[in-house]
C-alpha cells in the first residue's frame, strides 16, 4: 500500500501560494505543514496577511529564518577567492544585492525549507506556480518531490487573486500597486515596481537608499548596473520634469 504523502506547503505570502492553500483545505487535501521563509524584508503587510492566514485558516504556519540575517551576508560575510594566485585569501566583504547570476537569498531559502521538509516522512513539497507559470517548474534541481496544485487545476494568477479577495485578503492594498509582493527591495523588480515603491512607500524607498550606502563596493544589482541612488536621482527629475509640465499647460 502506497503511503500517504506528506504535503509540506512553502507559503511566500503572495497570492498565489495564499491561493494554494485555501484551494487545498477547500478540496479536502491534507496539509502535513506550512512554512513560509522570513528574509526580514517582507512588506509590514506581509506578516499582518500571515496572521489572518493563520487565523483564518487554523493551519500553523511555520516562520523560518536563514542560519544568519539576510544582512550578514549581504554586507559583512568575508568571501575569499575559489581560484587563481590569491586563492584562499578574502578578496571582498559580503555579497552585495542579489543578481540573477548571484541569487544568493534565492539559496539561503531552498536551503531552510529543505532543512525542514528532510525530518518528514513521505514528504512532498507543494508549491504555488499558477498555471501560467508553467515554465518555472523546469527551474533549479529539486532535492524533494514536488507538486504545483494550482497548474494541476488550471488556476491562473488572476484567478488566484480573484480567489484571495473573495476571502477577504487584501494584502492592505499591496496589489493595488505591485504585480508580485515578495522582498520590497528586489533588485530583479521593474523600473516601474521601483518607482512606485519610491512614490508610495517612502519609507521602505529610505530604508533601500541606507543599504545601498552601507554597500557601496558592490551596490550596482539592479536593472543596466544601477544603485539605489542612482534611481533615487532619476525619479526625483521625472518628478521635476512632470511638475514643470504640468505648470506650462
Same mark, same amino acid.
Given at each position: =500500500?502506497?503511503? +500517504?504523502?506528506?504535503?509540506?506547503?512553502?507559503?511566500?505570502?503572495?497570492?498565489?501560494?495564499? !491561493? =494554494?492553500?485555501?484551494?487545498?483545505?477547500e478540496r479536502g487535501e491534507s496539509i502535513h505543514s506550512a512554512i513560509f521563509f522570513d528574509t526580514g524584508w517582507e512588506f509590514p503587510q506581509m506578516y499582518e496577511?500571515?496572521? #489572518?492566514?493563520?487565523?483564518?485558516?487554523?493551519?500553523?504556519?511555520?516562520?523560518l529564518t536563514s542560519r544568519l540575517p539576510f544582512e550578514y551576508w549581504m554586507f559583512h560575510r568575508p568571501i575569499a577567492a575559489k581560484e587563481g594566485p590569491n586563492?584562499? &585569501?578574502?578578496?571582498?566583504?559580503?555579497?552585495?544585492?542579489? /543578481? /540573477?547570476?548571484?541569487?544568493? %537569498?534565492?539559496?539561503?531559502?531552498?536551503? $531552510?525549507?529543505?532543512? @525542514?521538509?528532510?525530518?518528514?516522512?513521505? /514528504?512532498? +513539497? %507543494?508549491?504555488?506556480? !499558477? @498555471?501560467?507559470? *508553467?515554465?518555472? &517548474?523546469?527551474?533549479? *534541481? #529539486?532535492? @524533494?518531490?514536488?507538486?504545483?496544485?494550482?497548474?494541476?487545476?488550471?488556476?491562473?494568477? !488572476?484567478? !488566484?487573486?480573484?480567489? $484571495?479577495?473573495?476571502?477577504? @485578503?487584501?494584502?492592505?492594498?499591496?496589489?493595488?500597486?505591485?504585480?508580485?509582493? /515578495? $522582498?520590497? %527591495? $528586489?533588485?530583479? +523588480?521593474?523600473?516601474?515596481?521601483?518607482?512606485?515603491?519610491?512614490?508610495?512607500?517612502?519609507?521602505?524607498?529610505?530604508? =533601500?537608499?541606507? =543599504?545601498?550606502?552601507?554597500?557601496?563596493?558592490?551596490?550596482?544589482?539592479?536593472?543596466?548596473?544601477?544603485?539605489?541612488?542612482?534611481?533615487?536621482?532619476?525619479?526625483a527629475d521625472e518628478d521635476r520634469q512632470q511638475s514643470l509640465f504640468k505648470l506650462s499647460a
Open positions: =500500500m502506497t503511503p +500517504q504523502p506528506n504535503n509540506v506547503l512553502s507559503i511566500s505570502g503572495g497570492k498565489d501560494s495564499t !491561493a =494554494m492553500l485555501l484551494e487545498m483545505l496577511h500571515l496572521d #489572518k492566514l493563520e487565523k483564518y485558516t487554523g493551519v500553523k504556519i511555520w516562520r586563492k584562499g &585569501t578574502i578578496h571582498r566583504v559580503g555579497n552585495g544585492w542579489p /543578481s /540573477s547570476l548571484r541569487r544568493w %537569498c534565492t539559496r539561503e531559502k531552498v536551503e $531552510c525549507l529543505d532543512y @525542514f521538509t528532510k525530518p518528514i516522512k513521505n /514528504s512532498v +513539497q %507543494c508549491v504555488g506556480y !499558477a @498555471f501560467d507559470e *508553467k515554465h518555472r &517548474t523546469a527551474k533549479g *534541481k #529539486k532535492n @524533494f518531490p514536488q507538486r504545483h496544485p494550482l497548474i494541476e487545476w488550471s488556476i491562473t494568477e !488572476a484567478d !488566484a487573486l480573484k480567489i $484571495c479577495y473573495g476571502h477577504g @485578503f487584501d494584502w492592505g492594498g499591496l496589489y493595488e500597486y505591485f504585480d508580485r509582493v /515578495s $522582498c520590497y %527591495c $528586489c533588485p530583479l +523588480q521593474r523600473i516601474g515596481e521601483l518607482r512606485t515603491l519610491r512614490k508610495h512607500f517612502p519609507d521602505l524607498w529610505r530604508k =533601500m537608499l541606507d =543599504m545601498d550606502a552601507a554597500n557601496p563596493e558592490h551596490n550596482r544589482g539592479f536593472k543596466d548596473y544601477k544603485t539605489v541612488h542612482d534611481f533615487d536621482l532619476r525619479f
